[in-house]
């Protein structure tokens, strides 16, 4: 299915239970105190069917965006239709170029795509709830679990534009590794661009 026949819908015509928890075009503080707004316009996917055909770009599919697990609140997990920010696809052609520069597929985390404000995983104040960030833990047979392939990797997408920055995060008792990566979506990211374009881990 092509991109062509997402429906972009206006968040704020929303049924009530679905706005109170989207929350588009609300004001959210992120965590320095700068106040953003949330996504108001989303696209309808009608069944993880859709999701599954719908390619956002030659070797990303929606679903692969979409994936959360229980922490993601219940109305928004188990039934359909589902809304994602339109920015997704954004977020889509950049990891298609990124995955071009690389030579290899890009392997997403649940969770590690949209999220909406309602998730327990950061909440309204994650980049994720706009559909402007992705958890990658693996690129091509690489893991990454390693300062040194954290570098390269967030070398080459930093390369690929002024608009994005990467930066590892620790999971789980392990402290397996992956690396987020944002499309600047809000201020707060921008102020601290700096600070998380390091590659201490």
């Known amino acids: 299915m092509r991109i062509e026949f997402l429906r972009p819908i206006d968040g704020l015509r929303l049924a009530e239970e679905y706005r109170a928890l989207l929350r588009p075009g609300e004001s959210e503080a992120g965590v320095n105190g700068t106040v ?16 599954h055909e719908i390619r956002l770009a030659p070797h990303f599919t929606l679903a692969e ?17 589902h ?3 339109c920015a997704i696809l954004l977020l889509a052609r950049f990891l298609e170029d990124f995955r071009r520069e690389v030579d290899a597929p890009v392997f ?3 969770n590690g795509g949209y999220r909406s404000p309602a998730h327990e995983i950061g909440g ?7 559909g ?10 690489t893991f ?3 300062k040194k392939s954290i570098e390269k990797y967030r070398t ?3 390369s690929l534009s002024p608009a994005v920055f990467l930066r590892p995060k620790n999971i789980g008792r392990s402290q397996r590794r992956l690396v987020r990566l944002f499309l600047f979506g809000h201020s707060d990211v921008k102020k601290h661009r700096p600070a998380t374009t390091s590659t201490s881990i």
């Open 124 to 130: 309204a104040k994650s980049i994720h709830a706009w």
């Open 108 to 110: 997403i985390s649940a």
């Open 144 to 146: 990454l679990s390693d």
């Open 36 to 51: 953003h707004r949330l996504p108001r316009f989303f696209y309808e996917i009608g069944s993880w069917e859709e999701a």
């Open 156 to 158: 080459i997408a930093a």
């Open 83 to 85: 809304y994602v920010p």
């Open 132 to 141: 402007t960030a992705a958890n990658i833990y693996r690129i091509g047979d």
């Open 65 to 81: 965006l979409m994936l959360v697990d229980c922490r993601e609140a219940r109305l928004l997990l188990s039934q359909f239709p």
